[in-house]
């Protein structure tokens, strides 16, 4: 059974530039979560999605971040005419139904490098 | 608000030695309670989580954790230290049932 997918591992955008950040959870996993480590700093929960509902965004920037979890393919985060402030690492986590926290998997993350 | 705190950012032990490392949260009830380790340009990967029951949970790699609730703690412990255990430790706490709250870190320097 494979693990949580991410990809790209590294992604460089130039300001302005649009960044998708693409997550395909495991196998039988239908929630997926969605954290941003920031340099020399924890992860901080960004949003939580099901299959075609987000469920909670609580931790979204207010403007140039979404995010979606399709009933088919993966999810996406996407981040509209990045700024430097967005270099980070973004992590996604996936769990089976009705698991929650209990039973979190982490992908290896995407780095994302605005230059 | 939820937090959880790391107070140690870097610690520096010797190979074989014992090792602790400090976690206190800020919670109303007893959350979930996780430790997860991230190596340089990795993801992460947990070593333990306590639920509920014995106060003392053993993981993998040798790591145990002892979850006090008088003092908000939840302190991560290994008897000797490997040199590849070199890594970055984060303690994280379960709320509300979906999200994890972060510590900020601690980072693991092994010196042969």
């Known amino acids: 059974n494979a693990g949580v997918m991410q990809n790209p591992r590294h992604l460089v955008r130039r300001r302005g530039q649009e960044a998708r950040l693409r997550c395909s959870p495991m196998k039988g996993h239908s929630h997926v979560y969605w954290y941003r480590q920031l340099p020399e700093e924890g992860l901080k929960f960004m949003v939580y999605l099901q299959k075609e509902n987000i469920i909670d965004e609580s931790g979204m920037p207010k403007e140039r971040f979404s995010a979606e979890f399709p009933k088919e393919g993966p999810s996406i985060l996407r981040i509209q005419q990045v700024v430097r402030g967005d270099s980070a690492a973004y992590f996604c986590?996936?769990?089976?139904?009705?698991?929650?926290?209990?039973?979190?998997?982490f992908g290896p993350g995407t780095r994302l490098t605005v230059t | 608000a939820q937090s959880v705190t790391q107070p140690d950012i870097h610690i520096t032990v010797s190979e074989g030695a014992s090792l602790e490392l400090r976690c206190n949260y800020s919670y109303g009830a007893t959350p979930y309670l996780f430790w997860y380790v991230q190596s340089p340009g990795q993801g992460l990967q947990l070593l333990l989580k306590y639920f509920s029951g014995d106060t003392l949970v053993q993981g993998i790699k040798g790591f145990e954790a002892e979850f006090k609730r008088s003092q908000s703690s939840f302190n991560l412990r290994k008897p000797s230290v490997h040199w590849s255990d070199a890594a970055e430790y984060f303690c994280?706490?379960?709320?509300?049932?979906?999200?994890?709250?972060f510590g900020a870190g601690t980072i693991l320097r092994v010196k042969s």
């Open positions: 994280a706490v379960g709320i509300y049932g979906n999200k994890l709250v």
């Open positions: 986590a996936s769990s089976p139904p009705l698991a929650g926290v209990r039973e979190q998997y």
